[in-house]
C-alpha cells in the first residue's frame, strides 16, 4: 500500500472494515433538480450561507469596504438634496424633507440592486446551476437576502442620521421594519419572476431597464404624495411599491403625513398596491418553480 | 462502474440525471444511498475566499451541515495537503490544488455513491494516484463509485462493471475489460472513418482478432515467467501483404514493447473469410505490476499510395506477481563490465 493509501485508510469515513459498518441504504427515486429541493434545513443552511459569503466578499475586498455600500446612497442623495431643493424648491414645503429623502434612497437602492442583479444571477452562476444540486430558488434569494443584509446596516447608519437632522423620535419608529418588509416581498418577488423569464426571454433585460425608471419616477421617492394631482396620483397610489415610501414618511419622518390609505381617494385604491404585491411575488414564485427543472439544459 | 464511451455519447448527461442536475422527461432513475457529483473539480468555489470557507460552501452544497463542515474542515485541509495554504485565496492556487481540495471534500461528506467525471486525468500524477487509492479503498468500503472516463487503464483498474455508451444508447453492459476492449475497437473503426469516411452499416473491419487469450486462462505471471499468447485472427477484407503485431503496454497505454511484424501470408490464402492461429511467447522481463497487451493486423504498403487498412485492436489485461529484483518496470538485459585503468574508469 502507497503512503497516500495508507493516509487514506486513516481517515474515519474510509478506514478499512468500516465497510461491514455501513447499512444498505433504501433504493429511492432520483428527484430532479427542482427551486426548493427536498430538505428545507438544507434549503436554509444554504441560502444564509451564500447570502453572509456574498456580503462578505462584497465589502472585504474594497479598502474602503462597508463605507461604499452606505457612501453610495448618500452621495447620490446629496446631489439629488441639492438640486431639487433649488431646482424644484418644494424640498421647503415638505417636512424633514432632506431625511425622507435619504432614506427613501437608501431603501430604494435595496430595490434596485435587487431586481437588477437578480435578473442575470442564472446566467451568472451557470456552471453552479449545471454542475451542482441544490435548491436553485436559493440563488434569487441569496442575492435577495444579501441586499437585506446590507441594507439593515444602512438603515441603522440612516436612522442615526435622521437623528442628527433633528428629527424628533415617535413610537412609530418600531414600524419600520413593516415597511422593510413590504420592500423585501415586492423586491424578492420580482426579481425571482424576472430570474426565471430571463432565462427564457432575454428581452425582459431591455424591458426591465426601462420599467425600473418608470417605477423610480412613479413612487413617491423624490416627492411627496401631495404634488401628485389626478389620474397620476391614482396611478402612484396603486405601484406596490408606493405604500412603502408613503409608510416610512408617516411613520419616521412626518406623522402627519397621508398613510398609504388616506392617500388614496377610496378604500378600493388601497387595496390596489397590496393585490399587486401578492400577485407579482406569487407569479414569480410560481415562474420560477415551473421553469427551475429545466434551467440547467436552457442556459 | 464505469462509463466510457466517445465524446458527446451522453457519459456526464447519464451522471448528471444520476445526480438530480438535468431533468428527465422518461423513465426513473433509483439510487440507495446519498450521492455526491463531482461533475467538475473545483465548481462552486469562490476564488475570494480562502480553502476554510470554500470546504464550509462546498461541505454544505454536497449535502453537509454547516457545523459536521466545519468540524471536517481540518480532516479535509491535510488529506488535500494543503494545511500550509490556509489562509490563501483560492484563486492563487494553482488548478493541482484545486483538484486536491474538491476531491478532498467530496469524499469527506459520507457519501454512498461517488459519481466522477474525468477528473482522474487532471492533476499531478501523485494526486492521481492519490485519487486511484482512495477509490480502490471506497470499493472496499461498500461506497460505489461511478467513473466516467478515457482512460481505459483506469476504467479496468477500478472498475468491477463497465457500460459503453455510444449514440446515448448503452451499447454493452458487463465486465469491465469487456468493455474496455469494445472501446478500443470502435475507438479504431473511428480512425478508420476519419481517413476513409463515415462506414456503412455493414463495415467489415479489414481484420478482426476473434480470440486473444493466455493458454490455461491464467493471466498472471512469476517474474520471469514468459507470457505465451495465443489469437485467432480472421480477415474481413482483401488484404494486400498482411501482418500481425502485438505490443505490449503500461496501464496507462503507453507502449513499452513493439513485437516486429510477422507477416500473416507468405503463400497462405488471404481472402475474405480465411483464418489465422497466431501464437507469440514474449520474454517476460517486466516488473510485478499490471499490464496490457493488444494485438492488431495491419498492412505493410511497401508503396504508400493508400493509407495502409488496420484491424482494430483487441486488448488484454495480465499481471506480473510476487518477489523480484527489479526496480525499473523493464529489464533490459544489459552487461555492464568495469576495470581498473591506469587514468580512469573505463565502462564497457
Known sequence: MSGLAQEAAQLPGLAPGAGQARPVPELRPVDGPSALGTSTRRFWNLLWLTSLTDFRLRYLHTSLGYVWTLLRPLLFFGIIFLFIRQILGFGDQVKNYAPMLMLNIILFQYFQETTNQGLRCLPGREALVRKMRFPRLVIPLSISLTGVLTLTANLVVGMVLVLIFGVEPTWTWVLLPLAVAWLILVATGVEVLLAASFVRFRDVAQGWTVLARILFYGTPILYPIEVVDGALRNVVLANPLSPVFLQVRKWITDPAAPSFVEAAPSALLAVVPILLTIAVSATGLWFFIREAPGVGESL | ?348
Not at chain 2, 16 to 30: M, P
Not at chain 2, 49 to 64: F, H, K, R, S, T
Not at chain 2, 290 to 298: F, K, M, Q, T, W
Request: one cysteine or more; hydrophobic letters at 40%; proline letters at 6%.
Open chain 2, 1 to 348: 462502474m464505469g462509463v466510457v464511451g466517445p465524446n458527446g455519447a451522453g457519459k456526464s448527461t447519464l451522471l448528471k440525471l444520476i445526480a438530480g442536475i438535468y431533468n428527465f422527461e422518461r423513465g426513473t432513475i433509483r439510487v440507495a444511498g446519498r450521492v455526491a457529483p463531482l461533475i467538475e473539480l473545483g465548481v462552486g468555489f469562490r476564488p475570494d475566499l480562502p480553502a476554510p470557507d470554500n470546504i464550509l460552501l462546498n461541505g454544505v452544497m454536497m449535502g453537509l451541515t454547516p457545523a459536521e463542515a466545519r468540524r471536517r474542515t481540518d480532516e479535509i485541509l491535510d488529506f488535500a495537503e494543503l494545511r500550509d495554504h490556509v489562509s490563501l485565496k483560492l484563486k492563487n492556487y494553482s488548478s493541482g490544488m484545486r483538484g486536491r481540495l474538491g476531491f478532498s471534500v467530496m469524499i469527506h461528506v459520507d457519501a454512498d455513491i461517488l459519481l466522477i467525471d474525468e477528473i482522474l486525468s487532471v492533476g499531478d500524477k501523485a494526486f492521481r494516484q492519490k485519487c486511484g487509492d482512495v477509490i480502490s479503498q471506497l470499493r472496499r468500503n461498500g461506497q460505489t463509485v461511478v467513473l466516467v472516463s478515457h482512460e481505459m487503464g483506469s476504467i479496468t483498474r477500478h472498475c468491477d462493471r463497465a457500460m459503453l455508451l455510444q449514440n446515448h444508447r448503452v451499447k454493452i453492459l458487463g465486465d469491465a475489460e469487456a468493455v474496455a476492449n469494445r472501446y478500443h475497437e470502435l475507438h479504431a473503426i473511428r480512425q478508420i472513418e476519419m481517413f476513409d469516411g463515415p462506414l456503412d452499416e455493414d463495415y467489415r473491419a479489414p481484420a478482426t482478432i476473434t480470440e486473444l487469450a493466455t493458454p490455461g486462462a491464467d493471466r498472471s505471471l512469476e517474474p520471469g515467467e514468459p507470457l505465451v499468447i495465443e489469437a485467432t485472427v480472421e480477415v474481413g477484407q482483401p488484404l494486400t501483404d498482411p501482418g500481425v503485431r502485438l505490443i505490449v503496454h503500461d496501464m496507462s497505454g503507453r507502449p513499452l514493447y513493439v513485437t516486429p511484424f510477422e507477416p500473416l501470408a507468405e503463400g497462405w490464402p488471404t481472402e475474405v473469410g480465411s483464418t489465422y492461429r497466431v501464437r507469440a511467447k514474449i520474454q517476460n522481463r517486466l516488473a510485478a505490476g499490471a499490464y496490457r497487451l493488444s494485438c492488431r493486423v495491419a498492412e505493410q504498403l511497401e508503396e504508400a499510395d493508400r493509407e495502409p487498412l488496420r484491424s482494430p485492436a483487441k486488448w488484454l489485461q495480465f499481471a506480473v506477481e510476487g518477489e523480484s529484483d527489479l526496480i525499473s518496470v523493464v529489464d533490459l538485459h544489459s552487461e555492464v563490465e568495469v576495470k581498473p585503468l591506469e587514468a580512469g574508469i573505463a565502462v564497457k
